[in-house]
């Protein structure tokens, strides 16, 4: 069986920040939910379920439109900020989210993949971490003495995004926009061929054309190419791909703890 697991980082669009921009929160969020409409409505057509790591911050923006989201698909906490982090973050985003959703929260990935304690993660009631890319990316972190496939660790299961098995090229966000589709696919079937799931992760940004908002920001080429509409084309592509492939669509959650119950 292949199992298809799609994950998407749901948060304030703070990315400008990092790029000269100074966007307000009003249009962070709108930027995020102006792409998280296209995403899902994709998944329905393809009728895929995925994992939605949002941030406290964003649920409490739009809590009617993470409570819909939620009766077909795994919320997820992505932190309570997403350009900050104390370690009473994990609880209170925890909070918000099952209290919006009325289900239990028990996946967690941090923003930018950064580290963050497993301890710290136990404590807040959490089961999985999903802030693991384990490949090499200049300037970011290097993991690639860690684990390709999931793996348990001080009781906390740990869950790497995919990366090629030979070579761990990774199969991340910015790779899916600048790969050539068929390469990209390729590398999809390799995975898949040594591990027998894929985990790939986006976020809603992407699908929309952020780059043309009069925020002052200016990106690198790399992180917008194919972005907007068609970030979507490229998207659609790929639910096409894994359709075709006979891939099985899973939450994160179902995937790994199977036995978690709704509260």
Same mark, same amino acid.
């Given at each position: 069986?292949?199992?298809?697991?799609?994950? @998407?980082?749901?948060?304030?669009?703070?990315?400008?920040?990092?790029?000269?921009?100074?966007? *307000?929160?009003? $249009?962070?969020?709108?930027?995020?939910?102006?792409?998280?409409?296209?995403?899902?409505?994709?998944?329905?057509?393809?009728?895929?379920?995925?994992? @939605?790591?949002?941030?406290?911050?964003?649920?409490?923006?739009?809590? $009617?439109?993470?409570?819909?989201?939620?009766?077909?698909?795994?919320?997820?906490? =992505?932190?309570? &900020?997403?350009?900050?982090?104390?370690?009473?973050? +994990?609880?209170?985003?925890?909070?918000?989210? *099952?209290?919006?959703?009325?289900?239990?929260?028990?996946?967690?990935? #941090?923003?930018? #993949?950064?580290?963050?304690?497993?301890?710290?993660?136990?404590?807040?009631?959490?089961?999985?971490?999903?802030?693991?890319?384990?490949?090499?990316?200049?300037?970011? &972190?290097?993991?690639?003495?860690?684990?390709?496939? %999931? @793996?348990?660790?001080?009781?906390?299961?740990?869950?790497?995004?995919?990366?090629? !098995?030979?070579?761990?090229?990774?199969?991340?966000?910015?790779? %899916?926009?600048?790969? !050539?589709?068929?390469?990209?696919? &390729?590398?999809?079937?390799?995975?898949?061929?040594?591990?027998?799931? +894929? =985990?790939?992760? %986006?976020? !809603?940004? *992407?699908?929309?054309?952020?780059?043309?908002? !009069?925020?002052?920001?200016?990106?690198?080429?790399?992180? =917008?190419?194919?972005?907007?509409?068609?970030?979507?084309?490229?998207?659609?592509?790929? #639910?096409?791909? +894994?359709?075709? $492939?006979? %891939?099985?669509?899973?939450?994160?959650?179902?995937?790994?703890?199977?036995?978690?119950?709704?509260?």
């Amino acid at each position: 069986m292949k199992i298809a697991l799609l994950s @998407f980082d749901v948060e304030e669009f703070d990315m400008p920040f990092e790029y000269g921009g100074k966007p *307000e929160m009003k $249009e962070q969020i709108a930027t995020s939910n102006q792409g998280l409409q296209t995403i899902t409505s994709v998944l329905d057509k393809y009728n895929a379920t995925a994992t @939605f790591y949002c941030t406290g911050v964003y649920a409490l923006a739009k809590t $009617e439109q993470i409570k819909e989201l939620s009766k077909k698909h795994e919320i997820a906490s =992505h932190n309570h &900020y997403h350009s900050s982090h104390k370690k009473e973050d +994990l609880s209170t985003s925890k909070a918000i989210l *099952e209290n919006i959703t009325q289900q239990e929260v028990v996946g967690f990935r #941090m923003p930018r #993949m950064a580290p963050v304690s497993d301890a710290d993660l136990l404590e807040a009631g959490y089961l999985y971490n999903a802030s693991i890319n384990p490949t090499y990316l200049p300037g970011r &972190y290097d993991y690639r003495h860690i684990s390709r496939t %999931f @793996f348990t660790q001080n009781d906390l299961i740990h869950f790497p995004a995919s990366v090629s !098995p030979a070579w761990r090229v990774p199969l991340f966000w910015i790779a %899916f926009h600048n790969f !050539p589709l068929s390469y990209f696919f &390729y590398l999809c079937k390799k995975v898949v061929e040594a591990d027998g799931y +894929l =985990h790939l992760y %986006f976020h !809603p940004w *992407e699908f929309t054309d952020y780059t043309d908002l !009069p925020n002052g920001a200016k990106y690198p080429f790399y992180l =917008h190419r194919n972005n907007g509409k068609k970030m979507l084309e490229r998207f659609d592509n790929l #639910m096409a791909f +894994l359709q075709k $492939e006979g %891939f099985e669509f899973k939450t994160t959650k179902d995937f790994l703890i199977p036995s978690v119950s709704h509260i």
